[in-house]
């Protein structure tokens, strides 16, 4: 039996899987919603490719999604009238693979959108990478959404960490969630729910680390112990 906890530690999100830092994304859904949206990327005659934001507008169309309405471009404010026209989305049918379970759900997508082998996208709160692609009865390597069947992907916003943990007489799995990028070190203390664990040394696929700290995504497995809870503060 594999306990399975979520880090007490990492009350910091990760940093995959989160939409900050792309407010004005147009790639993706800004356009699919049936309401106007709040920004687009457009081109302005001055400042070329910028965020603009939506004074007035509206979306129609029903062969294709049309905005109809007023911009200011964010960098020189500049107004204008613009029309602009996207294919209608296409829900496509993935499968999602997380820790040993899998989960079929859609995701929506251009119909002249490429998709590929590696490519890592949002669904949801969580972020994937798209593992395997079927289109036209056979696996590729990436193709049109439109001649896409089916897709594969996982999650790859969090990454399990196994750690052996020493109870004295037995040695115990356990296993704790945590971002790619977060860091594990060596004479840290994990919270592991019911026990606390001290961190001994760290596998990963090259080395044995004694000292120091190793990225969650590169770890193999961690070996420690468990710490004996103190009665006082
Ligand atoms: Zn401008």
């Avoid at 990760?14 to 049936?34: I, N, Q």
């Avoid at 404010?77 to 296409?90: A, C, D, F, Q």
């Amino acid at each position: 039996m594999v306990n399975m906890l979520t880090k007490v530690r990492s009350a910091r999100p990760s940093r995959a899987g989160t939409r900050e830092g792309k407010p004005f994304s147009l790639s993706r859904h800004s356009m699919r919603r049936m309401a106007a949206p709040s920004a687009l990327v457009l081109k302005c005659e001055t400042c070329g490719e910028m965020p603009h934001r939506v004074l007035r507008g509206k979306i129609a169309g029903k062969d294709e999604i049309v905005f109809e309405g007023t911009v200011k471009c964010t960098k020189c404010g500049r107004v204008s009238s613009v029309v602009r026209r996207e294919p209608k989305p296409i829900q496509l049918p993935i499968i999602v693979s997380w820790l040993e379970r899998s989960e079929r759900t859609s995701l929506e997508f251009s119909p002249d959108e490429d998709i590929d082998v590696g490519q890592e996208l949002d669904l949801a709160d969580t972020r994937i990478t798209i593992t395997a692609i079927e289109a036209a009865g056979r696996r590729v390597d990436g193709a049109r959404a439109n001649e896409v069947s089916t897709l594969w992907a996982k999650r790859i916003d969090q990454v399990r960490v196994k750690f052996s943990v020493n109870k004295g007489n037995r040695t115990v799995p356990h296993e704790v969630l945590a971002a790619p990028d977060e860091e594990f070190e060596v004479g840290e203390i994990v919270d592991l729910g019911k026990i606390r664990a001290l961190v001994h040394h760290i596998r990963t696929r090259y080395r044995t680390v004694r000292a120091g700290r190793v990225r969650a995504d590169e770890i193999v497995r961690m070996y420690g112990r468990v710490v004996r809870e103190r009665t006082s503060r």
